[in-house]
Structure formats: C-alpha cells, structure tokens
C-alpha cells in the first residue's frame, strides 16, 4: 500500500484567506485525488489530478475555488481559495493501489473563522 | 456519483458482541471497499471485493461482495473497545470512475 503524507494535519484560517494542503505519495501514481469530507458527512470526490494534464472536477466543484497542481508523479496540491465558514471541512487526498484500492492520507481539518 | 445505502446508521454495542452492517447500491458495482475512520484521521483499507460472491476476511472482520453485484456486508465478530469508529463502505460502478461512498455506519462499544 502507498504511504500518503498531507500537510498541514490541521489549520485555522481566516474567511477570505487561502489555504494550499500539500499530498506526497512515496511511489509514482498515475492519478491522485482530492476528497472533501464535512462534518459529520461521507467523503465527496472534488478532482481528480493527473500529471501533465488540467485536473478534472467534479460537479458543483470549480477550479476557482479550488486550484490543484500536480507537478510530478508523486506530488500534488490543493488550494482552498476565498475561504468562507462552509469550507470548514477535511480534506483528503488519495491514491490507487494496484488493485483499484483507494489508500488515503490522514487528511487536513480545515476550520473557517 | 452512484448513491450508496448504508446501514445501520450507527451502532452502539457491548464489547464481546457481533457486529454487521450493510451496503446497497441502485447499479451493478465492479469493485467493494470497507474502510475504518478514526477521529482525526483518513480512512484506512479493512478489506477489498473485487469479485461477485467473494467473501474476504481480515482477522474478525469478514466482507462479502453480494452475487446480484448490488450489495456487500462487513461482519466485525467478538467486538473490543478498539473497533469504535466511522465504517465506510465504498465502490466503484461499471458507468465510472470515481470511488463512491456510503454515509458511514458509528460504532461505538462498550466495556
């Protein structure tokens, strides 16, 4: 299984204010993704990065609001941008394994004040 | 996204007990996934189904993946105080790409 680092674990923002959370995989991965998870809530796919290539949103997620990079084969980013109280959530990243297993990082909680 | 159906929605038990709940999806799925939220973390892999009719253990955790392809159920035998946590169950249909998720089944459990 891929070993997944996010940084930071946890932040509190100001509204208005951006925050970048940073994802390394200890292997090459064709595809990483992005989850939000709110309070209480399930996960909810909002992009999925490939390298060399615009990352693919999913519905009522914008690349506005939510600019990813992902500059190598082991490394992406996630940028909350504009933040208000709602963004108050966890962010996840993820990566396949070979199998078609998702693994993920131990997340970013992200609070909005 | 495909919507999952998980159930129960939370458990609370005492240590010692059985423990299984349940997933259903409206389409066929390719692939099911169990996964285990602790507070604070991401989820962690309890056990992967890839074929229809397979049952899988891990330890006292059994999953099967259901023969109509729409269903799976994790058992948790002779429960302790460390399997408290969110349960997710997840998949992957024949129409996408994307790894769907139910809402999680809490369990807590008791001394």
């Known amino acids: 299984s891929a070993v997944i680092s996010q940084k930071p674990s946890r932040d509190i923002c100001q509204r208005g204010t951006s925050l970048t959370i940073q994802c390394q995989v200890d292997?090459?991965?064709?595809?990483m993704f992005w989850y939000r998870q709110q309070p209480g809530q399930s996960l909810t796919l909002i992009a999925t990065?490939?390298?060399?290539?615009?990352?693919?949103?999913e519905s009522g997620f914008v690349i506005d609001k939510f600019p990813i990079s992902r500059p190598n084969l082991t490394f992406s980013t996630l940028t909350v941008s504009n933040m208000s109280p709602e963004d108050s959530s966890i962010y996840l990243c993820?990566?396949?394994?070979?199998?078609?297993?998702?693994?993920f990082g131990q997340g970013t909680r992200l609070t909005v004040v | 996204g495909q919507q999952l159906n998980q159930s129960p929605q939370s458990m609370f038990i005492q240590e010692g007990e059985d423990v299984s709940m349940n997933c259903t999806s409206s389409?066929?799925?390719?692939?099911w996934l169990w996964y285990k939220q602790d507070p604070g973390e991401g989820p962690v892999l309890l056990i992967a189904?890839?074929?229809?009719?397979e049952l899988t253990s891990n330890g006292r955790l059994t999953a099967q993946f259901g023969i109509t392809r729409k269903d799976s159920f994790l058992n948790i035998s002779a429960s302790i105080p460390s399997d408290v946590g969110i349960y997710f169950c997840?998949?992957?249909?024949?129409?996408?790409?994307?790894?769907?998720f139910g809402k999680g089944t809490s369990l807590l459990v008791t001394p």
């Open positions: 993820s990566v396949e394994g070979a199998g078609t297993e998702a693994f």
């Open positions: 292997s090459q991965v064709t595809m």
């Open positions: 990065a490939n390298q060399g290539s615009e990352a693919t949103y």
């Open positions: 389409s066929i799925f390719n692939t």
């Open positions: 189904l890839y074929k229809a009719g």
């Open positions: 997840a998949g992957y249909s024949n129409s996408g790409y994307a790894l769907n």
